[in-house]
């Protein structure tokens, strides 16, 4: 099988070390293996997303050396493929709207905590006339969809991972200022885009398995995964843009040479006392 991978982060700031490194390790994943690796765009936060900051994807991965295959694909231009997806739940049956807000979970004290945050307690889930003129999200009923999918399973490296997207409640797939959630979207895309392999951080792994029940939902391929370790500051915390990481374009203007950064982080070896972290 020709291999596929991609890398597909938001525009809502420039990229940092660990954005680096997850795109050095899937087009490296492709390279070797003489595949197809892909840039995906994925631009559908209308409330942060900025044209700066895709200018600025392109800029830092070809200063790395990463130069991508095929068409750039933008997900703001591919909101039909959402639609049709939530289109085809509604026919099972198997999705809702919803119009609590966070504050509404928050203040809900049958709200246990999933792996991303407060589990939604389920609140709108079978009302007889739900108010669809209220701004509302649309949310995956999981019990009932996994009953109709039943247990379903995905492949990490070579280690076989039963899905248990229980954990994150009715998760919700199109939000009320957004056409779809990442979980819908993600899926829909890397089955569109023929990705065979999706190469990202440890901190997508338990995602997963919302994505491999939304597979057997939508009758999608499931690639292959491989999640790979978070480059760690020196006190141990995962670098992210909400804590400040320096950005590609900061060591680009300090002068750090491109081709001795990346190799570097082929070999583990990171600037400023960072490191890779554990699983």
Known sequence: MHPVTRFAPS???RLHLGHAYSALMAHDFA???????LLRIEDIDPGRTRAAFVDGIFEDLLWLGLEWDGELV????????????????????????????RADIAASTSAPHGPERQVYPGTCRGL??????????????VAKAMARAGPLYWMDDHTEA??????FGDVVLARKDAPASYHLAVTVDDAAQGVTDVVRGRDLYACTDVHRLLQALL?????????HVLLADAEGGRLAKRHGAPTIADLRDQGMDPAELVEGLRAGRLPFGYSLGRD
């Open 11 to 13: 525009p809502t700031g």
């Open 31 to 37: 390279r070797e293996r003489e595949g197809t690796f």
């Open 74 to 101: 933008y997900q703001s231009e591919r909101l039909d493929l959402y639609a049709a997806a939530l289109e085809t739940l509604k026919r099972q049956n198997l999705i809702y709207p919803c119009c609590c807000t």
């Open 128 to 141: 007889a006339e739900p108010d669809l003129d209220r701004p509302h999200a649309w949310r995956l009923d």
């Open 162 to 167: 039963q899905a248990e997207p229980e954990r």
């Open 219 to 227: 009758d999608l391929p499931t690639p292959a995964y491989h999640h």
